[in-house]
């Protein structure tokens, strides 16, 4: 069967000849893939700084946001159905016995680094047509989210954030607002999403519905395409080419929480240093290796010391995470349909999928589409 294979010998991306799944195991379910995104992990790793086979093979099969269909389920699978509609996660955990976050169901904060990753560190993805995981690994999506639920995965990152910076904030007694259900949401806080992608304009719709003043700056001029969408769920797009720091410190006020996910150090490190009063600053983007950059080093610890400031990184993500992500994607279709299906720019056929890999990216969330 077809799949889009990266092959780190050659130095080559092509669609690949892949074996079709069985079941291995009674706790397995076959999935078909329905849509696949891509995304900038997925570029950089046709350009062969990271990404690795599996031990057996030459190849990786690309892919790791995917939406899927239940094709078939193994005698011991308890939660799926054929033709249930399901979003897979991304990392497994290590195998070793010492780990105590991958002991926890917790890989995304593996102390031993041997974790692997579907579609990204030596387990084929799923930019395919099948494939198969264990029951465990999967999470079921509600009919109505089908248009959108490709966009789940990278959704995973701000709710993975958030609950970093819930707890961490707690800090904070007197600023935190508490829902019915004794959950904060930020009420009276401002927020700062760094970069108008799919996983900043997916930040900036939860931190809108966690009730945060939330702002997207981001490099593009206004009016553009991704300025528009951000500005049509309610969030003020501001242009970094034509507000400088100074200005989104004076229009935002007290900047409490910057979500970075724009993955370029140089703009990050600026807006770290206009970080409000015990504020936190959440990375997320994962720059390629460039020459050093100038930071104003005194100005931001002075900063972190002063201001009680917290940085914290985050890499995605447990399933808890995915839960969220499902139950919010639900909320913003809800809120918001139009934007949400907006993100995704278009779908193509897995024939398409070199160029889209390989040259200039363009729109926003494109997508390889395996549902004839
Ligand atoms: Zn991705
Ligand atoms: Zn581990």
């Not at 494939?131 to 959704?155: F, I, R």
């Not at 797009?237 to 410190?249: F, N």
């Not at 890499?315 to 809120?335: C, H, P, T, W, Y």
């Not at 299906?341 to 200039?360: C, V």
């Given at each position: 069967?077809?799949?889009v294979g990266a092959?780190p010998?050659?130095?080559?991306v092509?669609?690949?000849?892949?074996?079709?799944?069985?079941?291995?195991?009674?706790?397995?379910?076959?999935?078909?893939?329905?849509d696949v995104g891509i995304c900038g992990t997925d570029r950089e790793i046709c350009t062969f700084v990271y990404g690795d086979p599996?031990?057996?093979?030459?190849?990786l099969v690309l892919g790791h946001e995917c939406?899927?269909?239940?094709?078939?389920?193994?005698?011991?699978?308890?939660?799926?159905?054929?033709?249930?509609?399901?979003v897979p996660s991304v990392r497994r955990?290590?195998?070793?016995?010492?780990?105590?976050?991958?002991?926890?169901?917790?890989?995304d904060?593996?102390?031993?680094?041997?974790f692997v990753e579907r579609g990204i560190k030596m387990r084929h993805g799923y930019m395919?047509?099948?494939?198969?995981?264990?029951?465990?690994?999967?999470?079921?999506?509600?009919?109505?989210?089908?248009?959108?639920?490709v966009l789940v995965e990278p959704l995973t990152i701000v709710?993975k954030?958030?609950?970093?910076?819930?707890?961490?904030?707690?800090?904070?007694?007197?600023?935190?607002?508490?829902?019915?259900?004794?959950?904060?949401?930020?009420?009276?806080?401002?927020?700062?999403?760094?970069g108008?992608g799919p996983v900043g304009?997916l930040g900036?719709?939860?931190?809108?519905?966690?009730?945060?003043?939330?702002?997207?700056?981001?490099?593009?001029?206004?009016?553009?395409?991704?300025?528009?969408?951000?500005?049509?769920?309610?969030?003020?797009?501001?242009?970094?080419?034509?507000?400088?720091?100074?200005?989104?410190?004076?229009?935002?006020?007290?900047?409490?929480?910057?979500?970075e996910a724009v993955g370029v150090?140089?703009?990050?490190?600026?807006?770290?240093?206009?970080?409000?009063?015990?504020?936190?600053?959440?990375f997320t983007g994962i720059p390629a290796p460039?020459?050093?950059?100038?930071?104003?080093?005194?100005?931001?610890?002075?900063?972190?010391?002063?201001?009680?400031?917290?940085?914290?990184g985050t890499v995605n993500a447990?399933?808890?995470a995915?839960?969220?992500?499902?139950?919010?994607?639900?909320?913003?279709?809800?809120?918001?349909?139009?934007?949400?299906?907006?993100?995704?720019?278009?779908?193509?056929?897995?024939?398409?999928s070199r160029?889209l890999l390989l040259d200039?990216a363009?729109g926003i969330k494109n997508v390889i589409?395996?549902?004839?």
């Amino acid at each position: 069967m077809q799949a889009v294979g990266a092959i780190p010998k050659k130095k080559e991306v092509a669609i690949i000849d892949h074996p079709k799944p069985v079941l291995s195991s009674d706790n397995e379910v076959i999935v078909k893939s329905i849509d696949v995104g891509i995304c900038g992990t997925d570029r950089e790793i046709c350009t062969f700084v990271y990404g690795d086979p599996p031990k057996d093979s030459d190849y990786l099969v690309l892919g790791h946001e995917c939406l899927g269909i239940v094709q078939e389920v193994g005698s011991a699978v308890e939660n799926f159905l054929p033709g249930d509609l399901v979003v897979p996660s991304v990392r497994r955990p290590c195998t070793h016995n010492h780990c105590a976050p991958c002991k926890d169901d917790m890989q995304d904060f593996c102390s031993t680094g041997d974790f692997v990753e579907r579609g990204i560190k030596m387990r084929h993805g799923y930019m395919t047509e099948y494939w198969a995981e264990e029951e465990k690994y999967l999470n079921y999506v509600p009919v109505n989210l089908k248009d959108v639920a490709v966009l789940v995965e990278p959704l995973t990152i701000v709710e993975k954030a958030m609950a970093q910076v819930w707890p961490t904030q707690c800090r904070l007694p007197w600023a935190k607002d508490k829902d019915a259900k004794g959950r904060p949401n930020g009420k009276g806080l401002n927020a700062v999403v760094l970069g108008a992608g799919p996983v900043g304009i997916l930040g900036a719709m939860k931190l809108k519905t966690e009730g945060f003043n939330t702002f997207v700056y981001s490099r593009s001029k206004a009016p553009n395409p991704k300025a528009e969408l951000v500005e049509s769920f309610g969030v003020p797009y501001i242009s970094a080419q034509e507000t400088s720091l100074e200005e989104l410190a004076e229009r935002v006020g007290n900047i409490d929480l910057v979500y970075e996910a724009v993955g370029v150090s140089s703009i990050s490190y600026k807006v770290l240093s206009i970080l409000g009063l015990n504020g936190i600053y959440v990375f997320t983007g994962i720059p390629a290796p460039k020459p050093a950059i100038e930071v104003d080093a005194d100005l931001i610890m002075r900063n972190l010391v002063l201001k009680n400031q917290v940085v914290i990184g985050t890499v995605n993500a447990d399933q808890g995470a995915f839960i969220s992500a499902i139950k919010d994607l639900g909320v913003f279709m809800e809120r918001w349909p139009e934007a949400l299906k907006r993100i995704i720019t278009s779908r193509f056929g897995a024939q398409d999928s070199r160029s889209l890999l390989l040259d200039k990216a363009t729109g926003i969330k494109n997508v390889i589409s395996f549902d004839h």
